[in-house]
């Protein structure tokens, strides 16, 4: 039973409430400019359900299929001209790298150099993630081919 709850905490967050690093977010925001985030914390809207702005900064919730479901989205907004940085899990095995991130060319990859400690909103956590992360790159006027 151990072994199950370690497993299940690998592949996804019981707690969906941790922001994105402090430095991170500015450092993208820094160069990509954004005007968006579909995925803030306590949404008044559902962003895989609305228009996303020109640039748009996407830190999805952890559960698998809903952040199967923004990655999906980010191509469709990057196909419209826009610009989309995702910070998800390294998990190369899984359906959202290997149908979207690995498919196309013009996708850039930034790992993160170390695990990440999130923010829950009051303090950094004193955990690290138990998961690598990366930041995808989509940016508008690059050809998806």
């Not at 610009?83 to 690995?102: G, K, M």
Request: contains cysteine; aromatic residues 14%.
């Amino acid at each position: 039973m151990e072994t199950t709850k370690r497993h299940k905490a690998m592949l996804t967050s019981l707690n969906q409430d941790w922001r994105t690093p402090k430095d991170i977010y500015e450092n993208l925001n820094k160069e990509f400019n954004f005007d968006f985030d579909p995925c803030p914390n306590n949404p008044k809207f559902d962003g895989l359900k609305v228009e996303w702005g020109k640039s748009s900064f996407v830190n999805p919730p952890y559960k698998t299929k809903i952040q199967d479901g923004f990655v999906k989205k980010a191509f469709e907004e990057w196909k419209k001209g826009k610009t989309v940085v995702l910070l998800i899990p390294v998990r190369t095995a899984s359906r959202r790298w290997q149908n979207y991130i690995f498919k196309y060319e013009g996708v850039e990859i930034r790992f993160l150099p170390k695990r990440m400690r999130f923010n829950n909103g009051k303090e950094i956590s004193k955990n690290v993630a138990t998961f690598d992360s990366a930041v995808i790159v989509l940016r508008a006027g690059k050809k998806l081919t």
